[in-house]
T-cell receptor, first 111, second 114 residues
Framework: GQNIDQPTEMTATEGAIVQINCTYQ??????LFWYQQHAGEAPTFLSY????GLEEKGRFSSFLSRSKGYSYLLLKELQMKDSASYLC????????????FGDGTTLTVKP | DTGVSQDPRHKITKRGQNVTFRCDPI?????LYWYRQTLGQGPEFLTY????????KSRLLSDRFSAERPKGSFSTLEIQRTEQGDSAMYLC????????????FGSGTRLTVV
């Protein structure tokens, strides 16, 4: 099975940097995804890591350490619109692409 | 392509009634997933199709739930004899084999069982 842990809530200030952590346990690893979900809306894809290291995409970066079962999502130059839930999802080596999601981290950006 | 479409957006039903939801994935995506999400939780896997074949179904899913994907295009999810615990957002997602881009989700169907 898979177990995914991420903080329930975080608060940060507009213009700042925030790091959202995710730890996971899985019997076989085949990729980690981050999704953004605004209240009442569907999740949207942000990033994908399958090898160790940092993937940068504009204001968002995602890091993976497979040996530690650890990832983080880094958001820079925070904007009010970044207030949302951030979901960490792990794809197992089996199950042909099925991802298991954490419960999400609700980020509140304050002025 | 307009993305993943789900219908209806909202459904209120009485306990014991049957409901059916529809999902139209992105046309070139051969993989289709159904997830269920309740407030404060992440999406929970229900079932998965590759083309028209249903390759996996969650053990959490009771026999009241059934899904189809005839001809590998749209999919339907039916819940029979609904219970209040079935109230949730039902999300459909699709992806292609080169899924470094993750899932594309539809807007979901919010089911309320009264």
């Amino acid at each position: 099975g898979q177990n995914i842990d991420q903080p329930t809530e975080m608060t940060a200030t507009e213009g700042a940097i925030v790091q959202i952590n995710c730890t996971y346990q899985t019997s076989g690893f085949n990729g980690l995804f981050w999704y953004q979900q605004h209240a009442g809306e569907a999740p949207t894809f942000l990033s994908y890591n399958v090898l160790d290291g940092l993937e940068e995409k504009g204001r968002f970066s995602s890091f993976l350490s497979r040996s530690k079962g650890y990832s983080y999502l880094l958001l820079k130059e925070l904007q009010m619109k970044d207030s949302a839930s951030y979901l960490c999802a792990v794809r197992a080596l089996t199950n042909a692409g099925k991802s298991t999601f954490g419960d999400g981290t609700t980020l509140t950006v304050k002025p | 392509d307009t993305g993943v479409s789900q219908d209806p957006r909202h459904k209120i039903t009485k306990r014991g009634q049957n409901v059916t939801f529809r999902c139209d994935p992105i046309s070139e995506h051969n993989r289709l997933y159904w997830y269920r999400q309740t407030l404060g939780q992440g999406p929970e896997f229900l079932t998965y199709f590759q083309n028209e074949a249903q390759l996996e179904k969650s053990r959490l899913l009771s026999d009241r739930f059934s899904a189809e994907r005839p001809k590998g295009s749209f999919s339907t999810l039916e819940i029979q004899r609904t219970e209040q615990g079935d109230s949730a957002m039902y999300l459909c997602a699709s992806s292609s084999r080169g899924d470094a881009y993750g899932y594309t989700f539809g807007s979901g169907t919010r089911l309320t069982v009264v």
